[in-house]
């Protein structure tokens, strides 16, 4: 939550003198976003593989493969 109020503080600095958001802003914006959610998608992705490679050692142990 930290670099998500340090993104935050530095856009407001960025934005203050201007009333409204410039297409520029709005890139950045979506920048941010899409690298949140390609990280997001990543770690998920390792996590759910961990998940599966338990379940399968498990399910082979109880199924006496080696």
Do not use: C, W
Not at 12 to 18: A, C, D, M, R
Not at 29 to 42: D, N, Y
Not at 47 to 58: A, E, I, M, Q, V
Request: overall charge negative.
């Amino acid at each position: 939550m930290e670099a998500l109020s340090l993104v935050r503080n530095t856009l407001q600095e960025l934005t203050g003198e201007e009333d409204g958001a410039t297409a520029t802003e709005y890139a950045i914006t979506a920048g941010f976003i899409a690298v949140v959610i390609v990280a997001g998608a990543g770690f998920f992705g390792l996590s759910l593989n961990g998940y599966f490679d338990h379940l399968t050692t498990g399910v082979k142990t109880a199924l006496g493969f080696p």
